[in-house]
């Protein structure tokens, strides 16, 4: 990579090959005469070089999710003008690791994508404040479900007090 003209843009693959068709096209028109790469597992190698838009792709040589500890030299030795972390849905909730691992990757700004394609700043402090309200969440989520469980538990423990059962009449002998 020549670093005093080309800027880069590194994608990471993350999501399906349907939603990398459409993130493509929408960071050419984003970030037009940036170079672009694509770090994806070996399965995904074929696929990504398909691409007439990308101009490299990167192995990820690990097996399994994408791991901030686990960033392969090919990536952390270079300076990119800009990381991209695609997400499956609108908040980017359950791609933790993937925006973790973003995080992880020198460069001068990180970005994530959602599935409708809107591009939006991704920060440390961002990601952790998400984390925290997203925990949050969880929390009251469960106190509301013991609260709406504890009459129940109430009434049936009563009902099995004070409601008569039948008893089962014994037969002679």
């Known amino acids: 990579m020549?670093?005093?003209?080309?800027?880069?843009?590194l994608l990471i693959r993350a999501v399906s090959f349907?939603?990398?068709?459409?993130i493509v096209p929408a960071l050419v028109q984003e970030y037009p005469g940036m170079?672009?790469?694509?770090?994806?597992?070996?399965h995904g190698r074929d696929m990504a070089a398909g691409y007439g838009e990308v101009d490299e792709v990167l192995v990820y040589p690990e097996v399994g999710s994408f791991d901030p500890a686990?960033?392969?030299e090919a990536v952390?030795?270079?300076?990119?003008?800009?990381?991209v972390a695609p997400v499956a849905n609108v908040s980017g909730s359950g791609f933790y690791n993937v925006l973790r691992?973003?995080?992880a990757i020198p460069a001068r700004q990180h970005v994530q994508i959602n599935l409708p394609g809107q591009?939006?700043?991704l920060t440390s402090a961002g990601l952790m404040a998400t984390g925290a309200?997203?925990?949050?969440?969880?929390?009251?989520?469960?106190?509301?479900a013991a609260l709406l469980w504890l009459p129940w538990l109430i009434v049936f423990s009563l009902m099995a007090l004070f409601v008569p059962h039948k008893r089962e009449e014994l037969g002679p002998g």
């Open 119 to 121: 591009l939006s700043p």
């Open 18 to 22: 349907q939603q990398i068709d459409k």
């Open 2 to 9: 020549n670093e005093s003209t080309e800027k880069w843009c």
């Open 76 to 83: 952390r030795s270079r300076r990119w003008d800009t990381v």
């Open 70 to 72: 686990k960033v392969p």
């Open 35 to 42: 170079k672009l790469a694509i770090l994806t597992h070996a």
């Open 133 to 144: 309200r997203n925990g949050a969440f969880t929390l009251l989520a469960a106190l509301a």
């Open 101 to 103: 691992f973003s995080l």
